[in-house]
């Protein structure tokens, strides 16, 4: 019989360098699953998560506080509090906080890339490109 597996974000490392604090929680690496992961995004005022693809996986959004704006191919879409949004494959998408106060997302990706690797597409330059090659975030849980 499996055992459900428990994690609890504060047990989670951030990833900190594409922007905003990610944090997967449920993926290939830390619960075995085997046709997505997901996890919690917070971003500060003002903070955006560079811009990306993800050729495999369409991506569930989920807003829990905080307004955001959401560039779909550089379309904005206002993302409020109990909003969702599906960011289907192969489209660009850079999420920013313009508001005052932190937002919070949920999100989850399905299905997983073939590779870790081949999960993420960066378009734009990295938030923090003194850190060297980023590592596949949203390609199954790499951290």
């Known amino acids: 019989m499996n055992h459900p597996t428990k994690i609890s974000v504060a047990g989670v490392a951030p990833n900190l360098r594409r ?17 997505g992961f997901s996890g919690v995004l917070t971003l500060g005022a003002g903070e955006h998560v ?39 494959k192969n489209v660009r998408h850079r999420l920013e906080n313009p508001g005052p106060d932190p937002a919070e997302v949920v999100f989850h990706l399905s299905p997983l890339a073939p590779r870790p690797e081949l ?12 850190e060297g090659p980023l590592p596949a975030v949203h390609a199954g849980g790499g951290s």
């Open 19 to 35: 922007g905003g604090d990610i944090r997967v929680l449920l993926s290939p690496k830390t619960v075995g699953s085997t046709s």
């Open 50 to 88: 560079s811009e990306h693809y993800h050729p495999y996986s369409e991506e569930f959004l989920y807003v829990v506080r905080g307004s955001l704006v959401m560039r779909l191919d550089g379309e904005p879409v206002t993302l409020e509090p109990g909003e969702a949004l599906l960011v289907p």
């Open 119 to 130: 999960g993420h597409v960066d378009t734009e330059p990295h938030v923090r490109p003194e």
